[in-house]
């Protein structure tokens, strides 16, 4: 039998490559977006199940009241099902894409919040005992690489960026938290951005 | 642009994706990257690099209705309209969307091709080498015209998913779900139009209701051809 028969009469087989490696793969979260973006509801649902609890996190963190982070990631949900067809995989990764909705839609509902509204939800926030955000982040895995960055900034730099970033405080915010005064506040900023620019992308 | 000013463009760029760029600098921000290419791309790379920091909290499973509540309104999107919540905060909210999206849709429309029509056809056999349908792409449209011409109807409870294998990747692409008839019209994103090239194959494979549940083919792959293109 020839080659050509042999292909011919073979049942069906899973699609397959036999070339090499492609430089760019979607990640599996890309594929689902990609997903989404032609109509898939269950790729939604898959998606949804594989990063929520993830995203809700962030959500709860920086707006601090369930009801609020429930509606925030509703909502970031149904942006990120009618965007699915904006997302460029070589413009960064779909968690990413997704982190950004989630957090920017947290951060616009709590920059809405009265002061006083705000005030009151104090008690749930960050206590002064809190650990340091880095232990727990040591025990996940995918962030390793900024985790190992994180660990070569002073320790008032680390606070004051991932304070900055999961809970959305602000420069007085945070000069308050930390007891050092804002123009302090501003430089640990932007000096633990540097560091960890330059060490994210050389090192 | 000078190595000073653009060192500076990136701390601020960092500072406004931490968010402690704040009231009317961050408006500011925001009107000069609408658009800059540039910026852009500094926001985006540091979007990149912070998003690591979301490992840094503990996951929170948020309560079982929640899904429910989303399928339901992106099934519905009319029903929005009767919801409470007020027409300005809704618009707010959407325009927060836009302005996290507004990189992301600059990048969109930069990557659509010149103006040279595509010319891209893809003719699909099935097992013994029969041509059961035509996939074509019509003009620069990111639109694919599926026309059948040998087209088995799936059984009960089954549907047709094409599928695309980009030249030299190693496992296919959904391109999305086609109606029993095989006929359709399929919207491609950028980012895939841009693989319908030499190289590339398009597959159809059977898989349940609703599309593979593992985001690669599961079924049998009915029907498959090499896509040919003008280069």
């Known amino acids: 039998m020839t080659a050509t028969d042999t292909s011919r009469t073979r ?20 594929e689902l977006l990609r997903a989404c973006a032609h109509g898939d509801e269950k790729a ?37 099902w009618g965007n699915a067809h904006r997302f460029e995989p070589a413009r960064g990764s779909a968690m990413t894409w997704m982190v950004t909705i989630v ?60 304070l900055a970033y999961v809970h959305g405080f602000t420069h007085q915010e945070l000069s308050r938290r930390l007891g050092a005064p804002l123009g ?8 633990g951005l540097i560091s960890l620019r330059d060490c994210l992308d050389h090192g | 642009m000078a190595d000073r000013d653009r060192n500076i463009l990136n701390l601020l760029a960092g500072e406004y994706v931490l968010g402690t760029l704040d009231g009317r600098a961050r408006r500011r921000f925001e009107r000069y990257r609408d658009g800059d290419a540039a910026i852009c791309a500094e926001v985006e790379g540091w979007e990149r690099r912070l998003s690591g920091l979301v490992d840094t909290l503990q996951p929170v499973e948020p309560p079982a209705h929640l899904l429910d509540a989303i399928v339901q309104k992106i099934a519905a999107p009319s029903r929005r309209k009767a919801e409470s919540g007020g027409f300005w905060r809704g618009f707010g909210l959407a325009a927060a969307v836009a302005a996290t ?3 992301f849709y600059v990048g969109w429309l930069s990557a659509v091709p010149p103006a040279t029509p595509a010319l891209m056809v893809a003719v699909l056999s099935d097992n013994s080498s029969t041509p059961a349908m035509v996939i074509r792409r019509a003009g620069d449209r990111p639109v694919l015209l599926i026309e059948p011409a040998r087209v088995t109807p799936p059984p009960a409870g089954r549907a047709l998913e094409l599928w695309l294998i980009p030249a030299g990747a190693p496992a296919p692409v959904s391109l999305g779900l086609l109606p029993a008839s095989g006929a359709a019209e399929i919207a491609l994103d950028p980012a895939m139009a841009a693989e319908l090239g030499p190289g590339a194959v398009l597959a ?28």
């Open chain 1, 103 to 162: 957090r920017n839609r947290a951060l616009t509902s709590l920059r809405r919040r009265p002061p006083e509204a705000d005030a009151r939800v104090d008690q749930l926030s960050l206590r002064d005992d809190a650990p340091d955000p880095l232990e727990s982040a040591l025990r996940s895995s995918e962030g390793r690489r900024i985790m190992t960055c994180l660990e070569r900034l002073d320790a008032e730099q680390r606070r004051s960026i991932v």
């Open chain 1, 184 to 191: 302090t506040v501003k430089s640990w900023i932007r000096r």
């Open chain 2, 101 to 103: 999206l507004a990189c």
């Open chain 2, 204 to 231: 159809i494979s059977e898989e349940p209701t609703g599309g593979s549940p593992t985001g690669l083919p599961t079924g049998p792959v009915l029907y498959q051809g090499p896509v040919l293109s003008r280069s």
């Open chain 1, 44 to 80: 939604l649902a898959r998606l949804y199940r594989l990063t929520s609890p993830k995203l809700f996190a962030l959500a709860l963190s920086i707006l601090r009241r369930r009801p609020e982070a429930e509606e925030a990631l509703q909502e970031a949900f149904v942006s990120i």
């Open chain 1, 11 to 30: 049942p069906a087989e899973p699609l397959s490559a036999d070339r090499p490696p492609a430089p760019v793969r979607l990640d599996p979260l890309g």
